[in-house]
T-cell receptor
Framework: DTEVTQTPKHLVMGMTNKKSLKCEQH?????MYWYKQKAKKPPELMFV???????INESVPSRFSPECPNSSLLNLHLHALQPEDSALYLC????????????????FGNGTRLTVT | QKEVEQDPGPLSVPEGAIVSLNCTYS??????FMWYRQYSRKGPELLMY????GNKEDGRFTAQVDKSSKYISLFIRDSQPSDSATYLC?????????????FGKGTKLTVNP
């Protein structure tokens, strides 16, 4: 089991649905990330939050809307998705940039496998 | 030229073999180097994390970084069937936290009993 927990594990949604993916970590990390991973491809960065503020948006379509309610939680709201958005959505966390700790790699959750029909 | 190059394999070895996985990169600003292991239908799991050049050992795993050649390696000794997974190299210029990781494509490894 990882220290980054994602729910649900699987999600099937229609193109007109609205759904949310949730991520939680209790490692005291202040940077949280959303990645998208297609089959046999490496993860692709979508969003980064640092100290609960959005710091990086990799030109993601507006049908994906991130939210960071507090330092432990990260949500990804989904609306009007397309079938090509079907993928594994990974949440990750790490120490934020301006801490003095030298070792701060990303820790990933096990992802939500999303299918858009 | 891509920032990070990794041979996708697949790589198939017998149990007990020494496995060598490699990545090359072009961005000389990269200072932090990671290896992740990803089992099917799971998230990437951090295996090794190194800063700058040198070696780091953890059990059966050894990570090597040669910044002068822009080349990193992961060695697995006495490989086991449970090592069968996709191995992703990743690197960044910063100290982690809000930094963009650049991933290799991943190498799919199968260790046969």
């Amino acid at each position: 089991d990882t220290e980054v927990t994602q729910t649900p594990k699987h999600l099937v949604m229609g193109m007109t649905n609205k759904k949310s993916l949730k991520c939680e970590q209790h490692m005291g990390h202040r940077a949280m990330y959303w990645y998208k991973q297609k089959a046999k491809k490496p993860p692709e960065l979508m969003f980064v939050y640092s100290y609960e503020k959005l710091s990086i948006n990799e030109s993601v379509p507006s049908r994906f809307s991130p939210e960071c309610p507090n330092s432990s939680l990260l949500n990804l709201h989904l609306h009007a998705l397309q079938p090509e958005d079907s993928a594994l959505y990974l949440c990750a966390s790490s120490q934020a940039r301006d801490t003095s700790r030298p070792n701060s790699p990303l820790h990933f959750g096990n992802g939500t496998r999303l299918t858009v029909t | 030229q891509k920032e990070v190059e990794q041979d996708p394999g697949p790589l198939s070895v017998p149990e007990g073999a020494i496995v060598s996985l490699n990545c090359t990169y072009s961005n000389s600003a990269f200072q932090y180097f990671m290896w992740y292991r990803q089992y099917s239908r799971k998230g990437p799991e951090l295996l090794m994390y190194t800063y700058s050049s040198g070696n780091k050992e953890d059990g059966r795993f050894t990570a090597q970084v040669d910044k002068s050649s822009k080349y990193i390696s992961l060695f697995i000794r006495d490989s086991q069937p449970s090592d069968s997974a996709t191995y992703l190299c990743a690197m960044s210029a910063g100290q982690g936290g809000s930094e963009k990781l650049v991933f290799g494509k991943g190498t799919k490894l199968t260790v046969n009993p």
